[in-house]
């Protein structure tokens, strides 16, 4: 692997309005790129290359010998980091990539969300029409994945906005090494908030189990034992900021082309179209 001249700045406004060209560029001319941003790291872009990667055991994250993670010591992502998936390597990471799985797998949770993702849609789309005027993405976008992980998880859909306030600064636990003392202590405190939020959950569940997902990741068996209680609550909390970020993104993308599409049709009228969903065994990609 070396590095390139292509420039990779994600916070650059220009990449925040539209990353796709700089993505494509990185596709062309840089498939394996090395950037600084956030304490270094590889860069990857091709979807052929990734699967080549996260097949290979020969090749790990190295975050033992980065020292970034030092940062969350002493607080309560400290607690969460050794279960986060994509901080693990070899069999730890096969654990518990298969619990999370093993639960998308589970066919009556498939068709316990799919129906109820056609009704968020139209309930979003229904406020749209009631309002006459749309925020694509605080109004449809973020909505419809709230709900659906709401619903995944057996979890009271008015706690959908108190969670997704902490999603954002969970993210940190991921690149710690971009975080200032703010941050850091804003990481801590979302994933203090999760701890409470779900420990009484998971007491719950584990006495009575259901069919929503939490339940599944208690009661799976991988590998001769279940998983722990803050096991558990990685995967929960990796489930909802990993496909809540993705499934938003393919909303916005979506509704982007139908609205350039209905554009396109008629230069005098706007049709509001149900669009697209995303399948609910797309979420699977939560777990790599």
């Not at 390139?4 to 650059?12: A, L």
């Not at 139209?122 to 993405?137: F, P, Q, S, T, Y």
Request: net charge negative.
């Amino acid at each position: 692997m070396t590095a390139t001249s292509v420039e990779f700045d994600p916070m650059n406004p220009e990449f925040l309005r539209d990353p796709y060209p700089a993505f494509r560029r990185l596709r062309q001319d840089a498939p394996v790129h090395y950037t600084d941003f956030a304490g270094g790291f590889w860069l990857v872009t091709r979807h052929a290359d990734l699967k080549t990667i996260v097949r290979d055991p020969s090749l790990r994250n190295g975050r033992d010998e980065s020292g970034h993670f030092a940062k969350l010591a002493g607080g309560p992502a400290e607690r969460f980091y050794p279960s986060i998936l994509n901080q693990l390597d070899g069999e730890s990471h096969a654990r518990l990539r298969k619990v999370g799985e093993k639960a998308l797998a589970r066919r009556t949770l498939v068709q316990t969300i799919g129906p109820k993702l056609l009704e968020f849609a139209d309930d979003a789309l229904n406020g749209v029409l009631e309002a006459g005027e749309v925020d694509a993405l605080a109004d449809f976008a973020h909505e419809i994945p709230l709900k659906a992980f709401c619903g995944l998880l057996d979890l009271p859909q008015a706690d959908r906005h108190m969670l997704y306030g902490w999603i954002g600064d969970f993210f940190g636990i991921f690149v710690p090494q971009a975080l200032d003392e703010t941050g850091i202590e804003h990481t801590h405190r979302a994933v203090q908030n999760f701890i409470d939020y779900l420990t009484p959950l998971i007491q719950e569940r584990r006495k009575e189990p259901g069919e929503d997902m939490l339940s599944i990741f208690l009661t799976a068996e991988v590998d001769g034992g279940p998983v722990t209680d803050d096991e558990a609550m990685t995967l929960v909390t990796q489930t909802m900021a990993g496909g809540f970020d993705t499934s938003t993104i393919a909303l916005v993308s979506r509704s982007r082309a139908s609205a350039s599409a209905s554009r396109s049709a008629s230069n005098h009228s706007t049709r509001v179209r149900r669009p697209s969903v995303p399948k609910a065994k797309n979420m699977r990609n939560c777990f790599s």
